[in-house]
Every structure is written in C-alpha cells, then in structure tokens.
C-alpha cells in the first residue's frame, strides 16, 4: 500500500529565508507522480509542484523546488525567500495510477503547517 | 472563469439526516472526486468517477454515496450511516492524461448537531 509521511508538524522560518518541508513516501509502484499542496485558513487546495518518477531533473516552479532523491524515496519541497503569506498548511501527495488508465488517486501526507515570522 | 464550484460553504445537519454535497466543474474534466479533511489531518478518498454514469469507491466510502449523471456535476451524500460526518469536504477533477494535475473547489465544512 501507497503511503506519504510528513514528519514535521509545524515548521517555522524567518521572512526572505529559505525552508525544507520534509516528505518520504512508500511505493512498489514504478510508475508514480508527487504533488505538493498549499492549504491556506480559508481551506482551498492550491497546487504548487508536481514530480513524475521517472523526472530526472529535480521540478521547479518559481519560489518553489523538489529534491527528489528516489532511492531515499523522498520529495522534500524547498520554499526560497519566503513570504508572510507563505504560511499555511502543506501537504505532500503521490498519485497513484488507477489499473492502466491516466487517471490517478492521491495519497495525501498528514501535513506541515508553516509559519513565516517577519 | 474555469473552476470548481462547491454548495453550500457550511452546512449544518441534524444527526440522523441525510445531506447532499454539490460539485460543479466547467474545466471539462473527465474526472472527479471527493475527499474527506479532518481537522489537522491530510485528505481521504471517498470515492472517484472517471466517466459519467461510473464511479469506483475510495478508502473510506462506507456511509457516503455519489452519482454522475452529467460530467460536470458529481454530488456527494452523506447518510445517515456515517458515523462521524462532521468534516471538511473537498471536491476536485481532473483531467486524462499521464500528469494530472487535480484542481480542487473551495470545499464545503459540513458539522452534525
């Protein structure tokens, strides 16, 4: 069975300093994708980064970068310079293919909540 | 604008009643899906359609029921055999395709009385 675990409750960070968000995920799978999700109060889920396994460069999205290091099977996501509304919830999630088809389920990590201080 | 839109924000049932969610898209997505978020907890799959008039149970699909008539719509009941329903919902779809990215809708809180 899939599983996602995020080891750090809470996370705290000075403003414009950069942070580590810990994920390791457990898989017999070859072929899997990994996501990264902010949650802000108002509860939305908002993408942030997206890993397919067989990537062999680490993804980047602005701010955002994955160290994907598969033989560890981790997916820790780096947020640089961070921003007062950086803090939120973070969640980590693999998405597992569905029997062939291109459609995948997500197993969602239990989550970090990140607090930015100025 | 292309979203997801979730009704009601909150909800509020009395214990013993059933209660519909509602989830539309206009991304025409061919996937859709509902999770269950508790408090301070990652999301749980209930249960997931790839197509219209077909949809496959998640990991915690007893006590809940879905239906997908159309393809932008896919509601989701909460009956009266869930034991704990007091819970953030979220609803999201997706598109086909290797990378498929879920969107997900703003969510409905529903708590039992």
């Known amino acids: 069975a899939q599983k996602i675990t995020q080891t750090q409750p809470g996370m705290f960070v000075q403003e414009k300093e950069a942070v580590t968000l810990d994920c390791t995920y457990d898989?017999?799978?070859?072929?899997?994708?990994l996501f990264w999700y902010k949650q802000p109060s108002s509860g939305e889920m908002i993408f942030l980064i997206y890993q397919g396994s067989y990537d062999e460069q680490n993804a980047t999205e602005g701010r955002y970068s994955l160290n994907f290091q598969k033989a560890r099977k981790s997916a820790n996501l780096v947020i640089s310079a961070s921003q007062l509304g950086d803090s939120a919830m973070y969640f980590c999630?693999?998405?597992?293919?569905?029997?062939?088809?291109?459609?995948?389920?997500?197993?969602f990590g239990q989550g970090t909540i990140l607090t930015v201080h100025p | 604008d292309g979203g997801i839109t979730q009704s009601p924000k909150y909800l509020f049932r009395k214990e013993g009643q059933n209660v519909t969610l509602s989830c539309e898209q206009n991304l025409n997505h061919d996937a859709m899906y509902w999770y269950r978020q508790d408090p301070g907890q990652g999301l749980r799959l209930i249960y997931y359609?790839?197509?219209?008039?077909?949809?496959q149970k998640g990991d915690i699909a007893e006590g809940y029921s879905v239906s997908r008539e159309k393809k932008e719509s896919f509601p989701l009941t909460v009956t009266s055999a869930q034991k704990n329903p007091t819970a953030f919902y979220l609803c999201a779809s997706s598109a086909s395709g290797v990378y498929n990215e879920q969107f997900f809708g703003p969510g409905t809180r529903l708590t039992v009385l």
């Open positions: 999630a693999m998405l597992r293919f569905d029997g062939g088809t291109s459609y995948g389920k997500l197993t």
């Open positions: 359609s790839q197509i219209v008039n077909d949809f």
């Open positions: 898989t017999s799978d070859q072929s899997y994708g």
